[in-house]
C-alpha cells in the first residue's frame, strides 16, 4: 500500500530531496519512468527494487550525474546547483579502478577539493578533518596505505570518510553494504545512524532486503516506476514486495520478511 | 660535436637551443601525459596528432596563396591546431551520435585525417610553391634549422600546457579515478575532458617541430607509466614524468645533433623507452626484480 | 575537263599534304627537368613540343609522378631525363616508359673523367652538371642528338639552333669566368643549403659548403650546422646564400649561430639551384638562371658586377 507520502504532505523545503517526475532512458531504453520521491528529513530511507529497477539511476539522474529525460529535483528547498555543498554521494565501490596512484588520505582529500579551491593548500584544520573522517570509519592507521592494497570493506570505509569529510546534511550511497563483511557492515551502519542522530539524512541504494528493517527507517520501493514509498513498518511489506519483485521473490523469503516485522 | 658536448650545452648556439627546447617540451609531454593516461584517453591523443597533417598542410598552401613565406612555424602550427580540433569534435560527435564505438570511431578519424594530410603534402611537392621541403620533418621531427623564435614558441607554449595543467590537477586528478564523484561534486566533466584535450593538442601542436607528429603520444605516454612504476601518488607521478620526459627529449636531443642524420623523434622515444624497461625492471616496488625478491622471501618463509 | 595527266597530277599533290603536314607535325617531348625542357625548347624550336614535369622551385631530389605526369611521359614521343640519380624518385618509372617510348638520359652521357665522385656513394656521381655551362654545353649537344632522331627531317635547323645555343652558353661562361674573378681571394666561399655547386666551385675556383649534402632528401644534421658556423666565424664569410627549391631554414640557423659567436653573416641572396626561376622571365631559362648565380654570388662576396648582370637582362635579382 503506498502510503503516498510525497508533496502533499511534506513541503518542498522541509525535504532534503524531492524528485518530482524524474525519467531517464539509456538510448530509447527507458529505466526510470516518472518516479516522485519526496524524503524524509533526519531519516534513513532505503531504495529497493529487483536489478535493472533503475535504483542507481534514479540517484544519478537526481544528481546530474546521467542526464534525465524529464523531472525536476530540489535540494532542501533549492535547485540541485545551489545546494550541491549539503550534498555527499558515495558512488559503488566497483565503479571505480583501485589501481588508481592514490593513498587512503589521498581519497578523502579528493572529497574537499570544492571546498580547498584550485590552488589553496589545505589548511592544518582541513588536514585535520581528513585525519578524523578517517578515524571515524576505523581507517586512520591506513593513511599511508595505497588503495589498490585494501580489501572490499576498507575500500567501501574510505569511501565513506570521503563523504564524511564533506560535512553534508544530506548523504546518498549506492549500495554501500555490497561485498563487504560483517564487521565493516556493522561499523559503517553505526556512523551511518550516529549521523542520523546529527540529524542529518541518509539515502542509500540497498540490495539486502533482510536488513531492511533493522537499519532503515523509510523505504522507497522501485521498479523503473515507484511502487511504495513510505515507513518501513507499513510499507515493507509482502503485497509490496511482490509488485515490485513482479512475484519472483519465494514464499520463504517474504515469509521471513514479515516475521521480522 | 660530440655527444657529451651537446650534452653539456658546450657545442653551440644552435644545439644548446633545440635541447633547451627539447627538455622544455619533454617536461609539458610528461605532466599532461600523467593525466591523459591516468583518463585513459591516450588512443584520442594518437588521433589528434595525427589529424594535425592536414591542417599543417592547409596552413601552408593558405599562406603561400596569400604571398607569405609559407612555412611560418606559428602559422603551420595554427593550422594543426584547427584540424586537430576538427578532428576531435568528430571522433566526439561520432561516438555520441551513432552506433559506432569510440574506439573505430578514433581509428576512423586517425586513418582518414592522415591519409588526407598525406595527400596534400604529395600536391604541394609538385607546385611551384618553392620552398616547400621541410614539412615532412613534421611527421618524425628534425633539430635541424631550429631557430630562435621556434624555440620561443616551444617554450611559451610548454609553460603555459604545464601551468594550465597545475591549476587544473586537482580536478583532472578526481576526473580520473572518480568521474561520478567529481560531477557529484558538480565539476563539469564535458568541459574538463575537453580542457585535458585542449592540452594534449597543445603539447602536440608544439612538439610536431622536435618529435613530430607520429611519434609525439608515445612522448606523452611514456614517461607517465614509467612514473607510475616509481610512484603510488598521482601528485608524485606528475613530476617525475614531467622530469623522464625533460630528461628523454634532452639527451635525445643531444645525441640528435651529434650524431649526423638521425631524426630526433624517434632517438628521443627510444631513450624514454630505455628509462621505461630499467624501469620495469629495478623499480622498487612495482618492478620485476622487487616482484622476484618479495616472492623468493615469501617462499622461503613459508618454506 | 582536266586530262587524265592532270588528274594523276592533282591526286598526288593532294595526297601530299598529308604527308607533309604529317612531316611539320612537332614531336611530343617531356623532360623532367626545367634546364632540360629549356635547351630542348631552343634546339627543336617548332618542330618539337616540350612539356617539362618539374616547374621553378620543385625539387628533383625528392619529386614523385604524378598521375598526369604518368599520362604525359605514356603519350610523349621522346622523353629527355636528366639521370646520375638526380630523379632519384623516378628511376624505376623511367626505365619502365623505356620500353614504350624514346627514353634519354642525357647528362647520363658525359664522359665520367669529366664528372665529380659523389661525396656518399662510391660508385655514383654528383649530377649538379648544369652549374659548368661548359659541361651543360656537351648535354646540350646530347640534346640535340635525341631531337634530331626524333625528328630527322627537321635536324638542319636543330642542328643550326643548337650550335648557337651552345656559342650563347660559351659566351655565359666568359662572363661567369671574368665576373667571379673579381671576387677578393679570402672570399672565395660559396656557403649554400645543399652541396649543388661542387661543378660550379670547381670551373670557377670557387670553395664550396653546403648544409645538407648532395641530395636534399639527407637530413642536416645540428654537427653539421655547428661546423659551418665555426667555417663562418673562423674565416670571416660575410655572405651565405638560400636556394629557391630548398628550405631556407638552416640558412636561418647558420645566420643566428653566427650571430651568437658575434659574426654577423648576411644571406647574400636566393640562387637557384634545382630548379630555374619563375615560368616566362629571364631568370625562367638557363642561361637566365646561371646568370642570375653568378650575379648574385658575385655582388655579395665583393665582386666587381653589372647591375643588370651579363647583358643587362636581369629583373630585380
Known amino acids: 500500500m503506498d502510503t503516498g507520502v510525497g508533496l502533499a504532505v511534506l513541503k518542498p523545503a522541509d525535504s532534503p530531496l524531492t524528485l518530482t517526475g524524474i525519467t531517464v532512458a539509456y538510448g530509447e531504453k527507458p529505466v526510470v519512468l516518472a518516479v516522485d520521491a519526496a524524503f524524509e528529513p533526519r531519516a534513513m530511507t532505503a531504495i529497493i527494487g529487483p536489478n535493472g529497477a533503475g535504483k542507481s539511476t534514479l540517484l544519478k539522474a537526481a544528481l546530474g550525474i546521467v542526464p534525465r529525460l524529464a523531472g525536476a529535483v530540489t535540494v532542501f528547498g533549492q535547485p540541485l546547483a545551489a545546494a550541491r555543498s549539503r550534498i555527499a554521494y558515495v558512488p559503488q565501490r566497483a565503479s571505480v579502478d583501485w589501481d588508481f596512484p592514490a593513498t587512503v588520505l589521498d581519497v578523502v582529500r579528493m572529497g574537499m577539493y570544492r571546498q580547498v579551491g584550485l590552488l589553496r593548500r589545505f589548511t592544518p584544520a582541513q588536514k585535520a578533518r581528513t585525519r578524523a573522517c578517517l578515524d571515524r570509519v576505523g581507517m586512520e592507521a591506513f593513511a599511508d596505505r595505497q588503495i589498490g592494497q585494501l580489501s572490499g570493506g576498507q575500500q567501501q570505509r574510505v569511501f565513506l570518510a570521503r563523504a564524511l569529510a564533506q560535512a553534508a546534511d544530506l548523504y546518498l550511497l549506492d549500495e554501500p553494504f555490497a561485498g563487504v563483511d560483517a564487521a565493516t557492515e556493522r561499523a559503517l551502519v553505526d556512523v551511518l545512524k550516529t549521523l542520523k542522530a546529527e540529524g542529518r539524512t541518509i539515502v542509500a541504494v540497498h540490495h539486502d532486503l533482510a536488513t531492511v528493517r533493522d537499519y532503515f527507517d523509510e523505504v522507497l520501493l522501485i521498479n523503473q516506476r515507484r511502487i511504495a514509498m513510505g515507513p518501513v513498518g507499513t510499507t515493507f511489506n509482502r503485497v509490496n514486495l511482490q509488485t515490485t519483485y513482479g512475484g519472483r521473490l519465494g514464499a520463504a523469503q517474504v515469509a521471513e520478511i514479515e516475521a521480522q516485522a | 660535436m660530440s655527444f657529451l658536448a651537446a650534452l653539456s650545452l658546450q657545442a653551440g648556439y644552435n644545439a644548446a637551443l633545440v635541447a633547451v627546447g627539447a627538455a622544455m617540451l619533454g617536461f609539458a609531454a610528461g605532466a599532461v601525459g600523467t593525466f591523459l593516461t591516468l583518463r585513459k584517453r591516450a588512443l584520442v591523443a594518437d588521433a589528434l596528432a595525427h589529424a594535425t597533417l592536414p591542417g599543417v598542410a592547409l596552413a601552408f598552401l593558405a599562406m603561400v596563396a596569400l604571398g607569405g613565406d609559407g612555412r611560418s612555424l606559428i602559422g603551420l602550427l595554427a593550422g594543426s591546431a584547427l584540424s586537430a580540433g576538427l578532428g576531435l569534435w568528430l571522433i566526439e560527435a561520432m561516438a555520441r551520435r551513432t552506433r559506432l564505438p569510440e574506439d573505430a570511431a578514433i581509428g576512423a578519424v586517425l586513418s582518414v585525417f592522415f591519409g588526407a594530410g598525406v595527400v596534400l603534402l604529395t600536391v604541394i611537392q609538385t607546385l611551384s610553391a618553392g620552398r616547400q621541403a621541410g614539412l615532412e620533418g613534421f611527421l618524425l621531427g628534425s633539430t635541424a634549422g631550429m631557430l630562435w623564435q621556434d624555440a620561443v614558441v616551444i617554450a611559451a607554449g610548454g609553460a603555459v600546457a604545464l601551468c594550465a595543467t597545475y591549476v587544473l590537477r586537482r580536478p583532472l586528478q578526481l576526473l580520473a579515478f572518480d568521474p561520478q564523484q567529481a560531477a557529484a561534486l558538480g565539476y563539469d566533466l564535458r568541459r574538463l575532458d575537453l580542457a585535458l584535450m585542449a592540452l594534449v593538442m597543445a603539447v602536440t601542436v608544439i612538439g610536431l617541430k622536435l618529435v613530430g607528429l607520429v611519434l609525439i603520444v608515445a612522448l606523452l605516454i611514456i614517461p607517465a607509466v614509467t612514473a607510475r612504476l616509481w610512484s603510488n601518488r598521482s601528485g608524485r607521478m606528475i613530476w617525475l614524468a614531467g622530469g623522464i620526459g625533460a630528461l628523454s627529449a634532452y639527451v635525445g636531443a643531444a645525441l640528435s645533433a651529434s650524431v649526423a642524420d638521425v631524426p630526433t623523434g624517434p632517438i628521443m622515444v627510444l631513450i624514454a623507452a630505455a628509462v621505461f624497461a630499467v624501469s620495469l625492471l629495478v623499480a622498487p616496488q612495482r618492478g620485476i626484480l622487487a616482484g622476484a625478491i618479495r616472492r623468493a622471501r615469501l617462499r622461503r618463509d613459508w618454506a | ?317
Open chain 3, 1 to 317: 575537263m582536266l586530262t587524265r595527266r592532270q588528274m594523276m597530277a592533282s591526286a598526288v599533290a593532294v595526297a601530299a599534304v598529308p604527308l607533309a603536314a604529317r612531316a611539320a607535325d612537332p614531336v611530343t617531348v617531356v623532360a623532367t627537368t626545367g634546364m632540360i625542357a629549356d635547351a630542348a625548347a631552343v634546339i627543336g624550336g617548332d618542330a618539337v613540343a616540350v612539356q617539362g614535369l618539374m616547374g621553378p622551385g620543385v625539387d628533383p631530389h625528392g619529386y614523385r609522378q604524378t598521375r598526369t605526369d604518368i599520362v604525359a611521359l605514356a603519350r610523349a614521343d621522346l622523353v629527355l631525363w636528366h639521370g646520375l640519380y638526380l630523379e632519384a624518385q623516378l628511376e624505376s618509372l623511367l626505365q619502365e616508359m623505356a620500353s614504350r617510348t624514346t627514353v634519354v638520359a642525357v647528362a647520363d652521357r658525359l664522359p665520367h673523367d669529366v664528372l665529380i665522385a659523389h661525396t656518399q656513394y662510391a660508385d655514383k656521381f654528383d649530377p649538379h652538371v648544369w652549374m659548368d655551362p661548359g659541361l651543360w654545353s656537351l648535354v646540350a649537344g646530347y640534346v640535340g642528338d635525341a631531337l634530331a632522331a626524333a625528328q630527322p627531317t627537321a635536324e638542319a635547323a636543330m642542328r643550326a639552333r643548337q650550335a648557337d645555343y651552345q656559342t650563347r652558353i660559351a659566351g655565359l661562361r666568359g662572363y661567369a669566368a671574368e665576373t667571379l674573378a673579381s671576387v677578393p681571394a679570402g672570399a672565395r666561399v660559396l656557403v649554400t643549403a645543399h652541396d649543388a655547386f661542387s661543378y660550379f666551385g670547381r670551373a670557377f675556383g670557387f670553395e664550396v659548403v653546403g648544409i645538407q649534402g648532395i641530395s636534399t632528401e639527407s637530413e642536416a644534421g645540428l654537427a653539421r650546422v655547428a661546423e659551418v658556423v665555426d667555417l663562418l666565424v673562423a674565416r670571416k664569410i660575410g655572405a651565405v646564400f638560400v636556394e629557391s627549391s630548398v628550405s631556407d631554414r638552416n640558412m636561418r640557423a647558420l645566420q643566428e649561430g653566427a650571430r651568437a659567436r658575434g659574426h654577423a653573416v648576411d644571406i647574400g641572396g636566393t640562387l637557384f639551384s634545382d630548379a630555374m626561376g619563375a615560368t616566362g622571365t629571364y631568370e625562367g631559362s638557363y642561361l637566365g638562371m646561371i646568370d642570375h648565380n653568378v650575379t648574385t654570388i658575385a655582388r655579395a662576396l665583393g665582386g666587381q658586377v653589372p647591375q643588370a648582370g651579363w647583358q643587362g637582362r636581369l629583373g630585380q635579382a
